[in-house]
């Protein structure tokens, strides 16, 4: 900022110069965040909308680091994907989330599945149906304890690869959730032939439900349709009482956000489990 120069040109490139020396910066140190222990996982319940208990748990990482302090996966994981580091920091959270619930299940939570995300890199050049499978005996899992969540741009980077892949998965016994349902631009077209179990209607639908009647209409949709092809529903970003009424009121299964909770640590996760209190 001191070398500013009274014209704007100066300043634009000062600032080009910082962000790509920011985003440099970054680069390198996700380099060293796997060998330097600083990822972690926390987990957000998903709640059963009849019940109003906890019947699920989406992994969702963190990165710690020394100086920088917490960096967003929003930040940090299209970088992990465009350097391929994806590939073993995807490998990590699979093998953490399935070690932490096998842990959480000897603690008498038996039954409880867990979520992990997967990006598109990991099925580009690689058997993810094999490592899944490597990774659930290492831990003694049984597949249906698994939910393996997918953006539509994953299933539309390379159908064919994707689906054997999926297919694969699936015969294992571990299921399929579409993740920010409605907001890809094919959405339709991958229920159709995709092996898919679970449909997460994407937040920007729920925080729109109770206040735009078009928004409304799509999601009770989106539900109804889930239905029909014996799909399972959850709905992302609940934060208010009135997206919980309008979701439960619709038949929406299961629900996924602050209002119930934020995504916490281990240990804040594993207390929950065992207040696993109704909403
Ligand atoms: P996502 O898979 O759609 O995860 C849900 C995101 O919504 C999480 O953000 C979660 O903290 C946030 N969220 C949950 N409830 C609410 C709510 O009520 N209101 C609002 N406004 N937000 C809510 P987070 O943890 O920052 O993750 C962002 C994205 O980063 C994830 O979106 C996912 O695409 C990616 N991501 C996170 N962990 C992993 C991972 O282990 N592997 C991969 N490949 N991607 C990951
Ligand atoms: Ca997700
Ligand atoms: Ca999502
Ligand atoms: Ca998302």
């Known amino acids: 900022a001191k070398q500013q120069g009274r014209n704007g040109y100066r300043y634009y490139t000062d600032d080009m110069g910082q962000q790509a020396r920011q985003h440099t910066e970054l680069r ?35 990165w710690r680091h020394p100086d920088l302090g917490m960096v967003s996966p929003a930040r940090f994981i299209p970088l992990a994907e465009e350097t391929g580091l994806i590939v073993p920091i995807g490998e990590w959270v699979l093998r953490t989330a399935c070690a932490q619930l096998k842990a959480w299940h000897q603690e008498g939570h038996a039954g409880l599945p867990v979520a992990v995300n997967l990006s598109a890199h990991q099925f580009r050049g690689h058997d993810v149906a094999q490592l899944v499978a490597r990774i659930l005996r290492e831990c003694d899992l049984p597949a249906r304890f698994l939910e393996l969540e997918l953006t539509e741009s994953a299933l539309m980077l390379d159908t064919g690869t994707v689906l054997k892949s999926l297919l694969a998965l699936k015969g294992m016994g571990t299921r399929l959730a579409l993740d920010d349902f409605g907001t890809g631009y094919s959405s339709l077209s991958h229920l159709n032939g995709f092996p898919i179990d679970v449909i997460k209607i994407d937040k920007s639908f729920t925080l729109e439900v109770t206040r735009s009647k078009s928004t409304a209409a799509i999601t009770r949709a989106i539900i109804v349709m889930a239905k029909a092809l014996g799909m399972k529903t959850v709905a992302e970003g609940v934060e208010t009482e ?12 299961s629900m996924q956000g602050y209002y119930y909770s934020r995504p916490l640590s281990v240990a804040d996760m594993g207390a929950l489990l065992a207040e696993n209190r109704r909403i």
Do not use: K, W
Not at 33 to 47: I, N
């Open 28 to 62: 390198s140190a996700l380099v060293g965040a796997l060998p330097g222990r600083q990822f972690e996982l926390h987990y957000q319940p998903q709640v059963d909308l009849r019940t109003g208990r906890i019947n699920s748990m989406e992994a969702l990482i963190r």
């Open 242 to 253: 009135d997206q919980l009424r309008f979701m439960a009121a619709h038949q929406c299964d």
